[in-house]
């Protein structure tokens, strides 16, 4: 079974950083890419940052490049999402995600809120 668990958020006011963990386990071997998502309030879930689980093809999306970088520890089973130059706007619920296949990102953790204060 698949568990995906993520920690390090927190409260942090704007231009402060946090890094935010993501542990899983029972992942199998063919994992595809592991991707950190948000959600805001009374917004839809956007997709944030993502990262192949071999190793190469990262991705961010635009309104992070720059300030946000995701990695890995395969020995750790944990991806991690290190966020800078916080703002207001990136307040949300980040959820970290495993896609198992070529089609969708078929595991959620529980989600870590982030709260940037102006």
């Known amino acids: 079974q698949v568990q995906l668990v993520e920690s390090g958020g927190g409260l942090v006011q704007a231009g402060g950083s946090l890094r935010l963990s993501c542990a899983a386990s029972?992942?199998?071997?063919?994992?595809?890419?592991m991707a950190w998502f948000r959600q805001a309030p009374g917004k839809e879930r956007e997709f944030v940052a993502s990262i192949r689980w071999s190793g190469g093809s990262i991705n961010y999306a635009d309104s992070v490049k720059g300030r946000f970088t995701i990695s890995r520890d395969n020995a750790k089973n944990t991806v991690y999402l290190e966020m800078n130059s916080l703002k207001p706007e990136d307040t949300a619920v980040y959820y970290c995600?495993?896609?198992?296949?070529?089609?969708?990102?078929?595991?959620w953790g529980q989600g870590t809120q982030v709260t940037v204060s102006s």
């Open positions: 995600a495993a896609r198992t296949n070529i089609f969708k990102y078929d595991y």
């Open positions: 029972g992942l199998p071997s063919s994992t595809y890419s």
